[in-house]
């Protein structure tokens, strides 16, 4: 199993940001590259007030604040450089869908769409889209907003694949806000199916990738709902790959560079069921030679050594 992609996590609400420019950006895509990453997810595009790109839709009807250096444009220019895919990460409002405001979150992510497409769509990286809206069961109207924003994505643009990120309602789904690492109890395996049997069968049309979130069940239930996973996906004419949090959930300070061991026992596990792609969340903060936590270039290390030891 390889890590095959990465987030880019540039507008993020619980992790330190690392102040990059174009030229650490540039280095960084460059290690990427180096331990086989070819696809890079920009997780979300905005997050309440804060954007990626100069927005217009989002700087009138969010007050967004318009960034200094459009990201986006850089991002796509790094990937084409270095030969990489990029995937567009959709709107977080972080306030319409969340309580309820399925329509308007839909609404406005729809013009940001047509925003994005007109500005970036010639751009030779742009390969797919990433609908950033994350759940674990079937709530709300959540199959209505990704069966619409997948749909939607793919008419703009020509049928582009499109993404999701699901996490799984496990003992580890604890707020980032409390020191606690686990609750009593999570999501049996009955329940998950059943939850995501019906989100697919709503959304077979629309999204062409499922990487659900691996941190959140405890380390010996996880090949379970993997296999689950996996199987779901085939059924229902899905991709299944697995996102491989490089990131440590057991630890009461949120958060760190996970143990090589755990990350390399979860990535055996997704093998074991099957799943072909691994991405991860995410590269930059947790992985990387040149991150402001410095066990992740040690990590960094580990996985390049794990590699070579494995080509084939």
């Given at each position: 199993m390889r890590i095959k992609g990465t987030f880019l996590d540039e507008i993020s609400h619980d992790i330190p940001h690392q102040n990059w420019g174009r030229n650490e950006w540039d280095k960084?895509?460059?290690?990427?590259?180096?331990v086989g990453i070819n696809t890079v997810i920009m997780i979300r595009c905005g997050y309440k007030r804060w954007i990626t790109f100069p927005s217009r839709v989002l700087s009138a009807e969010e007050s967004a604040h318009i960034p200094a250096e459009d990201l986006v444009k850089m991002f796509l220019e790094l990937s084409e450089k270095h030969g990489m895919a990029f995937y567009f990460g959709l709107y977080d409002s972080g306030k319409y869908w969340i309580n309820g405001d399925y329509e308007k979150e839909?609404?406005?992510?729809?013009?940001?769409?047509?925003?994005?497409?007109?500005?970036?769509?010639?751009?030779?990286?742009?390969?797919?889209?990433?609908?950033?809206?994350?759940?674990?069961?079937?709530?709300?109207?959540?199959?209505?907003?990704?069966?619409?924003?997948?749909?939607?994505?793919?008419?703009?643009?020509?049928?582009?694949p499109t993404m999701i990120s699901p996490y799984i309602d496990g003992i580890k789904n604890i707020s980032q806000y409390t020191s606690d690492t686990v609750r009593a109890t999570g999501v049996s395996l009955k329940k998950h199916e059943d939850d995501w049997s019906e989100i697919f069968e709503g959304i077979k049309d629309a999204v062409d990738i499922v990487a659900f979130q691996d941190g959140h069940v405890d380390i010996d239930e996880l090949t379970d709902f993997l296999k689950i996973n996996k199987a779901l996906a085939d059924k229902?004419?899905?991709?299944?790959?697995?996102?491989?949090?490089?990131?440590?959930?057991?630890?009461?300070?949120?958060?760190?560079?996970?143990?090589?061991?755990?990350?390399?026992?979860k990535l055996e596990m997704a093998e074991k069921a099957g799943i072909e792609n691994g991405i991860t969340f995410e590269f930059s903060h947790f992985m990387s030679p040149q991150s402001a936590y410095l066990q992740a270039g040690h990590l960094y290390n580990r996985y390049s050594e794990y590699i070579n030891d494995h080509k084939v």
């Open positions: 960084d895509f460059g290690s990427m590259k180096a839909v609404e406005l992510n729809k013009r940001v769409i047509d925003e994005v497409w007109q500005l970036y769509g010639h751009m030779p990286a742009f390969k797919g889209w990433y609908l950033s809206q994350e759940c674990s069961r079937k709530t709300g109207q959540i199959i209505d907003l990704y069966a619409s924003l997948g749909r939607y994505c793919k008419e703009v643009s020509g049928g582009l229902f004419g899905l991709e299944c790959w697995t996102n491989s949090e490089t990131f440590d959930r057991d630890m009461p300070i949120k958060f760190l560079p996970i143990k090589w061991e755990k990350l390399r026992l």
